[in-house]
């Protein structure tokens, strides 16, 4: 809820949910998710998301603010899990296909971790809101128990990246990454409002595919947010 740039956002009311309602319906459709658990803070102003959470009858874990590593890790360990999806709240746009794909893919190939949201530009093909990251439990508590620098526990991977050559970069033939579909402004808020109000009609029948489509139609869209700076890791 302490979002520096929209305060609240992922419980702002879009097209009558709340964004994390939204974004639970979406992630709940890939077939190879068996489980999904919000990792929210300990502040009191975290209470409404548990309150939301308890309503949408999903799990629920709360840890750290800053150390955002030891709240994943903490939460891994609680449910138990063997593999670890990780995606941010802040993407109603999430496409369930794009889990399922990486998903498949982290099966499939010996790597530590697959992401279609690599920290380097030169290798991000997909939209900003799309971000998706496949990891294994036993990776995420070795992590953990480093002593690592503090913007390395704050965004739960960046050790990995740095210090692992055998991660994996999934990539579309295109490259999309300068369309920005998350949620961090209200700017990007009015063009995932504009998404919904063309293609939401009370299911989540559209995925990237259709967004890309509406987007080439409607150009205009895409330009309400243009000009935001995307947060580097250590902002």
């Known amino acids: 809820m302490g979002s520096t740039r929209l305060p609240g956002k992922v419980l ?49 874990f709360r840890g750290s603010e800053q150390n955002v590593l030891n709240r994943y890790a903490e939460a891994a360990h609680t449910f138990q899990l063997d593999t670890v999806v990780r995606i941010t709240s802040d993407c109603p746009l999430i496409d369930p296909h794009v889990l399922d794909d990486l998903i498949e893919y982290y099966q499939n190939h010996s790597v530590p971790l697959v992401t279609n949201a690599p920290p380097y530009e030169e290798k991000r093909t997909y939209p900003r809101g799309f ?59 009015e063009v995932i409002q504009l998404i919904y109000d063309y293609l939401y009609h009370g299911e989540h029948d559209f995925y990237l595919d259709e967004i890309m489509m509406l987007l080439h139609q409607h150009p205009h869209i895409a330009k309400v947010n243009s000009n935001i700076d995307q947060k580097n890791i250590t902002d």
């Open 131 to 189: 971000d998706v990251e496949v990891f294994s439990n036993d990776l995420l508590q070795a992590t953990n128990r480093l002593s690592l620098e503090t913007y390395q526990k704050e965004h739960v991977t960046p050790y990995i990246y740095e210090e692992r050559h055998d991660v994996a970069f999934y990539q579309l033939d295109v490259d999309l990454s300068h369309f920005r579909l998350t949620l961090d402004t209200p700017e990007d808020f």
């Open 12 to 60: 702002k009311n879009l097209k009558g949910q709340s964004v994390l309602a939204h974004v639970l319906e979406r992630v709940n459709q890939a077939n190879l998710v068996d489980e999904v658990i919000v990792a929210t803070t300990d502040l009191v102003e975290d209470d409404a998301i548990v309150s939301e959470v308890k309503d949408l009858n999903a799990s629920i």
